[in-house]
């Protein structure tokens, strides 16, 4: 017994398959672009079914595309087939018959109220744990999945079960579910295989003829010679199945109505029994990782080297044949074409393939119980493990089955104590995302709560911009499979639709499509969640970017982009201004869409993992760490080349890109990005740059973007070594006072024209500036600007002008200042 | 079956505004309903038109929602209910044939579920082609290729003496004639010169016949003997080592003939995400890359053999009239040089090939055609000419070799343009929408290399100005590079390598200039350069 638990526990998961019917020829859609492959259209109905959780049905985990459009169904799986039960426990006995009875109706309630059926009930598609107890549906989202049947070649259901009115082509109705239902309830009870020995044809003219008489179950029964046993039936239960085999379903009961019928009563008491009693004795021997999630389990499952084609493959359900062999003869203009006859491993194969666990509960038994269910809030369990794994390189921390599983565990518990939980989550994101949680981890970070609002807008009315979406969804990110498929679309442009409502004072912008797509596709099962992360995302990051007259707030943005671009790279500015390859030329859609229309979704979740934890800011901070990844290419070309690099960006390490940027948001000091547009949280203070105390105009003329006498003090009071004053006034001025450690530079004795650090006859300056913050400071403006123009050609590194001149640090207090 | 039937009922909503007075907005649902137009509906049960907008933010949505969900649920069930007892009465009354029913029902299960087909074995060609290629990815490639070259050289013997014996029978019958045409009305009359011509032309074709016989004799002989050969040599194998070895096998294509001029490059497609691909421009005879496999000592025989049964096969397109599913004379030549050993001798292939263009052509094709495509074949192949059975511009036909040195499959693909006057195509030509089709198959069947004709011609002619060259090749190149980025959605393999091929026969400067327009046309990738960031 303790054997078949164990193997019971370690075949939690299988898998199925099947080919979605090919598009004859060549047809296009109404919008005149190439059809949909059924098998992505298959992908994306399935999602729905991921999200149904229920005792009484197996839970449906993954869909995977294969090549040529195989499609391959992961969910989970129970004990064994009621077909192999009922073969190896026979005669069931009518109380055991009941429970599975009620277990199923149960199941078909659950999926009804979902507006779901099954359609395809029989012996195979219903589990059974090995000590009876339990049952589960299987596979019953077929018929959904495939829109009921019409993506795939093959029939949905088994004839034997098949009720009527499906044979005559009706499907939809949950009642047909019932009748399935009852004809195998009959199966169990007369202890007897339906029309075993019949031709299928022959089959359904017995079906067909039901029509005609009453009394389906006598009929069975006589046809079956089990009439003494249909005799001695129940009366109760022979009327309930009677009803349910009316031919007619207007006369079969609903799936609730049958669960309220007296005769479950004693099923009802036993079933809610044993709930109670498995609280009171907990699954003391079930190993903790499945007390886990089965969606964590099969990911972890995947992590560590599971590969479901190769678990089809060996059990021969992926054949693979000789490609060559079945190549057409003939194929006309049209499409249609001569072909070999099909093989026949091109067949739908009902065959259950179960996924082992074995291997991973073995590797993960050595964790201690802490890692399974982390505590957040004592110290004396640090939550920490394996630690030193997060100085490896994002990819293989990502691909670590144990890293990745202390960290789902880890985010699990935080999202439970959302939004209590939100400073430790933001300092565990810090660290890096498990993917498998990333859609509510970013909801958490950009601090969404859910509250119903999703639903109150308006989605459906048509709107001027409808035309505009149309024509982009269809083009944003099709490559993936989910935002490819009709459902995707869908959902996509429902999302953008809610945006425009919601926002009277913004209008749609080409690019919100793909803005939206990231949060779409980590969210597919959570319109709203993806929603409202949209919804924050904006205006943390594209404050204003989306009003009607949106040109003072880009311009702005890429000015304060070039300058960022002289502070951190000063010698690619001297270049890019050379040949006039201004940011208006590349950069906006860059910033406007947050990269994601630029890189393939895979490389945006890394890079806006790191984007959702920094300010309005960081953004720019990616654009110049692009740039830098580029440079040396960039440093070579002219104007027309960097054109053409651009217009088709160049393959990006995303990796090396997120480091970067994130070491230059770091070094940053954060009035040096001010921008009067920019979201703000906090009204600035005194020493801070004022809100609209830079103009665009300023922006534009000045090179190197302006410090604020607050950062300039932190950086004295704190890291004196980062910083480096350049004092421009004249030698009695400096005389009188000035900063401690500054260097005195008269504004007089500069050679504009000479640019060379050299010319300057300062000695060691290079060195004293070098690595550090350059900041110029004057009592006159103007001067500052100049010579810090002059510094940006000399390539120096970081500099930047003191807002408001040295006049502005006498006002620090306490006292920075020293005379001589 | 009835699947058109529908029903419409109004819904009623009654609620109190917010000034607390009765009122209602209605609305005509149509059955069958589908669920997720539920939300639709309330948004239309709340247009300003019917509701003040005020009530969306009383959350009046959620009750309507509810009532709404409770009308369809109940509604959808009764008309679910009528709409099965119609049609169970209907086949009560017999109404509907319940015979068609049975037998589309038995013909659909029976075709399509695994369970219920009669099962067939895997065919001897299956078989063969996986003992092959565990075969040839053992240690027994070489005496395989040994083997191969060994036939091939008996059979390139015998017609290389068939053909030095017709030209012997051809000098001396020439002799013969030239001695009797000058005796003509001394001792001969022309009487006795149209016997000796009849008499001439029958001993030659008893020679070429005789020979012709010797080597299908022989072809046979030899295929017999080298499928049996494998055969056991597999089942020895078997006994030693059972290794098995992917079907994925990626094989890399040397081109041991070195093209008069050529140039690769790495692309990548794509918006977003990209794909990489490899272009080659070449200039060649089409006939070169479909040369005998065995004519010399080459990496190519063994290539060939490890591509054939596995998942990155190489396809060649080449363009034929439409006179008759004719392939190119000199590669039918190639072909015949020595036995075909996996599929039919090219000649039979042909054969076959015209039987289905004379079914296709009557409109009779729902029995040879797959299912899938029939419906459409019979309504776009209408019988025109009877009689004329013939493809058109844009279809083509596909033959399968296992002996021609650079490929594994040939598209033919029907093109009429006529030799001296190239003409202007636009996109939407027939031919280019017969390159998508191949590209489509290609696809579908895992063929990874493909070589197109670049100028959609095969030989330079004298009209062929350069401009015209350009504005072709950028035609076809731009259009390939579309079906490519297009090739990503339909689930199949990738077009690894797309060569494009040029007439032997074009200058080197306008090979220059086409090669040129390649990384323009396409996006060549940039390279990736490696910097030292330690520093």
Redesign the interface.
């Known amino acids: 017994m303790g054997s078949t638990r164990e193997r019971e526990r370690e075949s939690r998961l299988c898998a199925v398959t099947f080919f979605a019917r090919l598009h004859p020829g060549d047809v296009c859609g109404s919008n005149g672009l190439p059809l949909t492959p059924n098998s992505i259209a298959i992908l994306g109905r399935a999602q729905k079914l991921k999200e149904l959780q229920d005792e009484t049905l197996c839970q449906y985990l993954d869909v995977i595309r294969g090549k040529h459009e195989r499609t391959i169904v992961v969910s989970e799986y129970l004990g064994m087939s009621l077909e192999d039960y009922a073969k190896r426990h026979p005669p069931l006995a009518i109380a055991q018959i009941l429970r599975i009875f009620y277990q199923v109706a149960c199941g078909i309630n659950v999926l009804s109220q979902h507006h779901l059926v099954a359609h395809n009930l029989e012996p195979k598609h219903v589990l059974i744990s090995s000590d009876g107890l339990r049952v589960k549906l299987f596979n019953y989202g077929l018929h959904h999945m495939t829109k009921g049947g019409a993506y795939v070649p093959f029939p949905i259901g088994n004839i034997r079960y098949m009720a009527p009115e499906r044979l005559l082509g009706l499907n939809g109705n949950v009642k047909s579910d019932v009748w399935a239902l009852a004809m195998m309830v009959v199966e169990l009870v007369f202890q007897i295989e339906l029309w075993p020995k019949l031709k299928l044809s022959n089959v359904v003219r017995k079906i067909l003829a039901f029509g005609r008489s009453n009394g389906v179950l006598e009929k069975i029964a006589r046809e079956h010679q089990c009439h003494e046993r249909y005799a001695e039936m129940d009366t109760n239960l022979r009327q309930l199945l009677e009803s349910c085999l009316s031919v007619l379903p207007k006369r079969r009961p609903l799936p609730g109505e049958l669960l309220s019928h007296p005769i479950f009563e004693t099923v009802l008491t036993d079933l809610k029994k044993e709930k109670l009693q498995a609280l009171d004795e907990g699954a003391e021997h079930v190993p903790l990782l499945l007390r886990c999630p089965l969606s964590q389990i099969y990911h972890l499952w995947q992590l560590a080297g599971g590969d479901v084609q190769a678990e089809l493959k060996k059990e021969g359900l992926i054949r693979s044949e000789a490609p060559i062999l079945g190549l057409p003869q003939i194929v006309r203009l049209s499409g249609a074409s001569v072909c070999p006859g099909r093989s026949q491993a091109q067949l739908m194969d009902d065959r259950v393939v179960p996924l082992r666990l074995k291997a991973l509960l073995q590797r993960l038994s050595r964790l201690p119980a802490g890692v399974y269910f982390p505590l957040l809030h004592s110290p004396r369990f640090p939550a920490h493990f394996a630690r030193e794994l997060q100085e490896l390189p994002l990819v293989i921390r990502e691909r670590d089955i144990e890293y990745q599983f202390q960290r789902v565990r880890l985010f699990t518990r935080l999202l439970q104590g959302y939004p209590h939980t939100s400073e430790q989550l933001r300092r565990e994101a810090a660290v890096d995302v498990p993917p498998l949680l990333r859609g509510p981890i970013w909801a958490a970070l950009l601090e969404v709560v859910p509250n119903g609002s999703y639903a109150k807008i308006d989605k459906f009315t048509s709107t001027s911009t409808d035309r505009q979406i149309e024509v982009d969804i269809p083009r944003c990110h099709q490559y993936d499979e989910l935002l490819s498929s009709p459902d995707g679309h869908r959902k996509l442009r429902r999302l953008l639709k809610a945006w425009v409502t919601a926002h009277p004072q913004y209008v749609y912008w080409q690019g919100l499509d793909s803005l939206t797509a990231p949060f779409l596709y980590l969210n597919f099962n959570n319109e709203e969640l993806a929603f409202l992360s949209l919804f924050k995302f904006i205006p943390k990051y594209l404050q204003w970017f989306f009003l009607k007259d949106n040109s003072a707030v880009i311009k702005e943005y890429l000015s304060k982009f070039s300058q960022l671009t002289a502070f951190h790279e000063p010698l690619l500015a001297r270049h890019l201004a050379s040949i006039s390859f201004i940011p208006e030329l590349f950069a906006i859609p860059w910033f406007l869409t947050m990269f994601s229309h630029v890189f393939p979704l895979h490389k945006i979740l890394h890079l806006w993992d790191k984007l959702m934890l920094g300010d309005s800011s960081y953004p720019l901070f990616i654009g110049i760490a692009i740039l830098r990844q580029l440079r040396s290419t960039l440093l070579t070309s002219g104007f027309n080349e960097c054109i053409l690099l651009f217009s088709d960006l160049p393959d990006i390490v995303m990796d090396g890109c997120v480091l970067e940027s994130q070491k230059m948001y770091e070094a940053t000091p954060k009035s040096i990005t001010h921008r009067q547009h920019a979201l703000r949280l906090q009204p600035p203070q005194a020493l801070d740059i004022g809100v609209a105390d830079v103009e665009l105009k300023h922006l534009q003329q000045e090179q190197c973007p302006r410090i604020s006498a607050k950062d300039v003090q932190f950086l004295l009071d704190h890291s004196p070594a980062e910083l480096a004053l350049v004092d421009l006034r004249s030698v009695v001025e400096f005389g009188r006072v000035h900063v401690p450690h500054s260097i005195n530079i008269p504004f007089a004795t500069v050679q504009l024209g000479d640019q060379r650090l050299e010319a300057l006859q300062v000695p060691q300056l290079e060195a004293l500036l070098r690595g550090r913050i350059v900041v110029c400071v004057s009592n006159i403006h103007q001067h500052s600007v100049e010579f810090s123009h002059f510094l940006v050609a000399c390539g120096v590194q970081r500099t930047c002008i003191l807002h408001k001149g040295f006049n502005v640090l006498h006002s620090i207090e306490p006292n920075i200042l020293i005379s001589n | 079956?009835d699947?058109t039937a529908t029903r419409t009922l109004p819904f009623v909503y009654n609620y109190k505004n917010h000034e607390g007075q009765d009122c209602e907005s209605r609305l005509d649902i149509t059955f069958?309903f589908d669920?997720?137009n539920l939300?639709?509906c309330v948004?239309?049960l709340?247009?300003p038109s019917q509701m003040d907008p005020m009530m969306?933010?009383l959350?009046e949505?959620?009750n309507l929602e509810k009532q709404l969900q409770e009308f369809v649920d109940t509604e959808q069930?009764k008309f679910?209910?009528?709409?099965?007892?119609k049609?169970?009465n209907q086949?009560?009354n017999g109404e509907?044939d319940?015979e068609v029913?049975?037998?589309d029902?038995?013909r659909?299960?029976?075709?399509?579920?695994?369970?219920?087909?009669d099962?067939?074995g895997?065919?001897d060609?299956?078989i063969f082609?996986?003992s092959f290629?565990r075969l040839v990815h053992s240690s027994s490639l070489e005496d395989i290729l040994k083997r191969e070259r060994t036939y091939a050289k008996v059979v390139s013997d015998m017609t290389e003496h068939m053909d030095s014996e017709v030209e012997t029978l051809n000098n001396s019958q020439q002799q013969e004639m030239d001695s009797q045409i000058n005796q003509l009305d001394i001792t001969t009359t022309s009487e006795d010169i149209n016997n000796l011509l009849a008499q001439q032309y029958t001993t030659q074709n008893f020679v070429r016949k005789r020979y012709e016989s010797e080597l299908e004799a022989m072809m046979g002989h030899q295929k017999n003997e080298y499928r049996d050969w494998i055969t056991s040599q597999v089942s020895q194998m078997f006994q030693v080592s059972p290794v098995a070895t992917p079907?994925?096998n990626r094989s890399s294509m040397f081109v041991s003939q070195q093209p008069s001029m050529e140039e690769s490059f790495t692309i990548?497609l794509?918006s977003?995400?990209?794909h990489m691909h490899n272009i080659r421009i070449l200039s060649a005879n089409v006939t070169e890359l479909c040369s005998p496999l065995h004519a010399e000592e080459s990496l190519n025989g063994l290539n060939m053999a490890l591509g054939?049964?596995?998942?990155s096969?190489c396809g060649v397109v080449v363009l034929t009239p439409s006179i008759q599913a004719q392939a190119n004379k000199n590669i039918i030549k190639n072909a015949n040089k020595s036995t075909e050993f996996h599929f039919e001798q090219i000649d039979v292939q042909l054969e076959?090939?015209e039987k289905?263009?004379k079914n296709?052509s009557t409109g009779d094709?729902s029995g040879?055609?797959?299912s899938?495509?029939?419906?459409?074949?019979s309504?776009?192949?209408s019988p025109t000419k009877k009689g004329v059975p013939r493809?058109?511009?844009?279809?083509?036909?596909?033959t399968?070799h296992s002996n021609l040195s650079q490929t594994?499959?040939i598209f033919h693909l029907i093109s009429d343009e006529p030799i001296n006057s190239p003409s202007e195509i636009n996109s939407r030509h027939?031919v280019i929408?017969?390159l998508?089709?191949?590209l489509?198959?290609a696809s579908?069947?895992?063929?990874t290399t493909l070589t197109i004709p670049a100028l959609l011609r095969h030989e330079m002619s004298e009209d062929m100005t350069v401009q015209w060259c350009i504005r072709r090749a950028e035609l076809v190149f731009k259009c390939a590079k579309g079906f490519m980025i297009?090739s990503?959605?339909?689930?199949?393999?990738e077009l690894s390598t797309l060569q494009l091929l040029l007439p032997d026969d074009i200058s080197e400067s306008l090979f220059t200039t086409l090669a040129g327009m390649v990384p323009s046309v396409f996006?060549v990738?940039?390279p990736?350069?490696l910097?030292d960031?330690s520093k």
């Open positions: 079956m699947s069958p669920q997720e939300e639709e948004t239309q709340m247009a969306r933010y959350d949505n959620i069930q679910l209910d009528d709409h099965a007892e049609l169970l086949a009560a509907l319940i029913i049975v037998r029902t038995e659909l299960y029976k075709e399509e579920l695994l369970q219920f087909a099962r067939v895997p065919s060609a299956d082609a996986q290629h079907l994925g990548h794509g977003q995400l990209k054939l049964y596995s998942s096969l076959k090939i289905q263009i296709l094709s040879s055609s797959n899938n495509s029939s419906a459409e074949g309504a776009t192949s493809l058109k511009t844009g279809d083509f036909f596909i399968k594994h499959v027939p929408l017969g998508r089709n191949i489509k198959t579908r069947h895992d063929i297009e990503a959605s339909w689930g199949g393999a996006h990738a940039n990736k350069i910097v960031t």
